[in-house]
């Protein structure tokens, strides 16, 4: 005879607040788990799939095609398709990899991915501990695993090229870290909460308006995390093959294009709730809200894509080390002045911070010129 | 040294001189957004088949036997020995009678050189495309698949037949039939 423990509320308090004062919530402490932890496995391959298929169906029209439209209407069953495709395939491990730790990998990429929605509340209450107490930290720490496991793809697979990959991955993945922390940290300044459920009932303006420039680096950090354009020399289509992932087919292939999605989908929900005011909106629904602003945040992400060409591995560092930590370190110096003097948050610091993120993006990428060979040349 | 260098400053800057960073990426982004209010250029294959251009070089070649002197200038020209001309002589008229005429569409590049080598213009191209078969041995066409009333004539080497032919649909001026 299992022995479940009976504890409902206390176990909720002992994680954060009393979820049952903040709405939506199941008393008891299993069937919330259950029904969360299914739910959020569910919530990420649906909308794994429909992210697959909007970034083909968005990015289409900007390149003048048409995109998927084959099977089903629009299209729209091509990721099933592609699923049903990929775990068809034949699985191969190169014969002189390290096989644990090749079979680990796939494995340990996607874990993080959906233990990252654990803590972001769809709606107030809905998610699976959506108040708790060191939210935004979990999300940082959690986030910071997937470094480990893609060293672990390119260690794994033998193949000199996958380590070199994984390696400047690693480098990128960590270097980016550090902006975004700040970033994060301007918010939870501001918000005076670690809980994310928290930050979304405190905002009362985005803070994507209030912290602008914390905004702006989240976002690029976030696309350096997911390694998108223009941060996706590592796996750049067109030159290398995917990089770190090279030696691997199948569903284990399978595996890393799902982390991959559901990263993003991970960093849209984060940028959702903590820089656009997550569920908060007039009119529809606010779990209807949050999805379409995570929409909204990918579309953006896609949009860049079909834009930008993608920075080279010096750019790339340097952005990072010398552009956005300097800017970033600033910024949240300038967040917790603002913080101590006006702790209840005015609207008049909105028009003054976006003047301060202007004048310091501009400021110090003059600091910044191309030193190209042009240049050398005409003075010469 | 020529003093007005294009230096990768310039890039970034806008008439009045004053650098502006990041502006480049705002205009891709602006020009990429225009791009996706085009009209789209793909075609939707089996729904919506192009003409294709009058003098095309398509995948078979359109032979003509009442023209044909079996003189077998064609398969000295392949550069493919693709050709195969079998004749046997017709004492009574003092010509050749043409047996056997085949070629294998899987070996042949579709140079044109035989079709330009005819001196009687007995030989054309077609304007096929789907030339698709399950087996190799099906690719070899003979004389009646070659000769066959079917096959349209390409006017490759032939100006006399460019007129007689549709006009060839460009993507620009195609009207898009809309499969989403």
Redesign the interface.
Known sequence: MIHLPECGVETFSSWGRDPLESGWAIENFWAHWGLFGVGILVFVLTIVMGFIWFERRFIAPMQLRIGPNRTGPFGLLQPVADAVKVMLKEDIVPAAADKVVHFLAPILIFVPVVLMFAVIPVQKGVGLIPDLNVGVLFLVAVGSIETIAVFMAGWGSNNKYSVLAAMRSVAQMVSYEMPMAFAVLAVILVSGSLSVQQIVVEQSIPFALLLPLSFIFYFICALAELQRTPFDLLEAESEIIAGYHTEYSGMKFAMFYLAEYGGAIAQSAIITTLFLSGWKGPFLWPGLWFIIKVFAVFGVIVWMRAAWPRVRIDQLMGFAWKYMLPLSLINLFVVAIETIFWDPVQWWLVPVNIAIAVGLLSGWAGMFKLRGGAQVESQG | ?????????TDEKTEGGI????IG?LQ??R???K????????E?YPEERLTVSRRTRAQELVWDPGRCTGCATCAKACPQGNIKITTSVNTQNNKYIVEKFESDEGRCIFCGLCVEACPYEALFFGRSYERSKYRRAELIADMNEMSSDKKERSAYYRPELYDQLPEQTLLVYRKHKK??
């Open positions: 040294m020529n003093p007005k260098a294009r230096t990768p400053d650098s502006i960073p990041g990426l891709g982004l020009v990429v957004f791009n996706a209010t085009r009209k789209r250029i793909t939707q499969v989403l």
